[in-house]
Nanobody
Framework: VQLQASGGGLVQAGGSLRLSCAASGRSFRTYGAGWFRRAPWKEREFVAY????????YYADSVKGRFTISRDSAKNIMYLQIDSLKPDDTAVYYCAGGPRTTVERATTTSRYDYWGQGTQVTVSS
């Protein structure tokens, strides 16, 4: 499975972006998956998770109400809709997935076997 993240860019605070994560390999649609981010001089942090069916989601407290994770299994793509962007959201965003992910362990990076290359999101104030 290979993951390709895209959709990042430079936006003003309050703006929106939709990130995409395109997967090669049909097995991705059977995996839970999520988004992480790494801001400058900070550790990588969990952002959002979605189950294989799409029926369960989980968000970091810092993004609840502003970020929405979704997936289109037919297209084998996962999305992250980001609204009300803040300068603190500036980071490289990574998508990830794998067969060992669960909503209960959504924040555990070692559970994710496959990672995309990241897409830069920069929010100006």
């Amino acid at each position: 499975v290979q993951l390709q993240a895209s959709g990042g860019g430079l936006v003003q605070a309050g703006g929106s972006l939709r990130l995409s994560c395109a997967a090669s390999g049909r097995s991705f649609r059977t995996y839970g998956a999520g988004w992480f981010r790494r801001a400058p001089w900070k550790e990588r942090e969990f952002v959002a998770y979605i189950s294989a069916s799409g029926g369960r989601t989980y968000y970091a407290d810092s993004v609840k109400g502003r970020f929405t994770i979704s997936r289109d299994s037919a297209k084998n793509i996962m999305y992250l809709q980001i609204d009300s962007l803040k300068p603190d959201d500036t980071a490289v965003y990574y998508c990830a997935g794998g067969p060992r992910t669960t909503v209960e362990r959504a924040t555990t990076t070692s559970r994710y076997d496959y990672w995309g290359q990241g897409t830069q999101v920069t929010v100006s104030s």
